[in-house]
C-alpha cells in the first residue's frame, strides 16, 4: 500500500465552538506571541523577519498571501478570508518523526469542531479531506540562524479553506468549510489562534 493513498478517519466527541475562548492571552503564555497581519507575501516568509527581530515570536497569521506556496513549490492559491497560518517551535530533537502527523491531527480537530456532522479524514500524513475534497494542508521547513537561544526552528504553514476553495487546475478536488456551515468574517482568526494555543501546549517529551 502506498503512504500517499493511506487514509486515516478521524473522530471527535463534539463540542461546541466558541469564538469567545480564543482570546491573545491564550496564545501569549511565557515566550509565544500570535501576530495578526493583514497582508504578507506569506506568512512563512513572514515569521522569519519576526525571528531574525526577536525570538519571542510564536505564530503569525495574514488575512491573504500574495506569493503563497505550498509542498514541493507548487504554487498556493490565497483568498482573503481563508486560514493562512505558520507556528513557529524551537526544533523537537526528539519529535521530528511525529510532528507532521500531529498537525494533520490538529488541523483536523479544528475543521471537526466546525463541522461535527461531517466525516473528516486525514489523507496520510498531513492533508485533510471533507467529503473526498481536500480543505486544509500543511507545509513543514526549517529555519536556522545562530543569534537567539534556538538556533533551529520548525516553521509549521498550516492552510484551512474557510470561505472559498480553488476550482481550476487542481490536483484534487477541494472544498471549504462555508461549503457545509455558516462561517464569518471572524472565523479564520479564530480558528487560527485556537490551533496555535494547542501547538504552543504542546511538550515533545510528552508522546
Known amino acids: 500500500m502506498l503512504l500517499c493513498a493511506r487514509l486515516m478517519s478521524f473522530r471527535l466527541p463534539m463540542r461546541v465552538f466558541s469564538t469567545q475562548s480564543m482570546t491573545e492571552e491564550a496564545c501569549d503564555a511565557s515566550n509565544f506571541r500570535f501576530i495578526h497581519e493583514k497582508e504578507d507575501t506569506s506568512t ?55 510532528l507532521s502527523l500531529r498537525v494533520g491531527l490538529w488541523m483536523a480537530q479544528a475543521v471537526k469542531e466546525q463541522i461535527s456532522d461531517v466525516p473528516v479524514v486525514i489523507k496520510w500524513q498531513n492533508d485533510v479531506l471533507v467529503d473526498g475534497k481536500k480543505i486544509a494542508g500543511c507545509l513543514i521547513e526549517s ?65
Not at 527581530?53 to 491573504?64: E, K, M, N, P, T
Not at 471549504?176 to 517529551?205: H, Q, Y
Open 44 to 98: 512563512q516568509d513572514a515569521i522569519r523577519q519576526h525571528l531574525n527581530a526577536s525570538s519571542r515570536v510564536g505564530a503569525l497569521l495574514a488575512d491573504i498571501q500574495t506569493q503563497s506556496r505550498g509542498t514541493k513549490g507548487r504554487k498556493w492559491e490565497s483568498a482573503t478570508g481563508n486560514l493562512h497560518l505558520t507556528v513557529a517551535l524551537p526544533q523537537p530533537t526528539n519529535a521530528l518523526s511525529t
Open 143 to 207: 529555519y536556522t540562524f545562530d543569534e537567539t537561544p534556538f538556533p533551529t526552528w520548525m516553521l509549521i504553514g498550516i492552510g484551512i479553506n474557510v470561505h472559498h476553495h480553488p476550482t481550476e487546475n487542481m490536483i484534487r478536488p477541494a472544498t471549504s468549510l462555508k461549503k457545509f456551515t455558516p462561517v464569518s468574517d471572524s472565523t479564520a482568526l479564530a480558528i487560527g489562534k485556537e490551533i496555535a494555543a494547542r501547538i504552543s501546549r504542546w511538550d515533545p517529551n510528552k508522546q
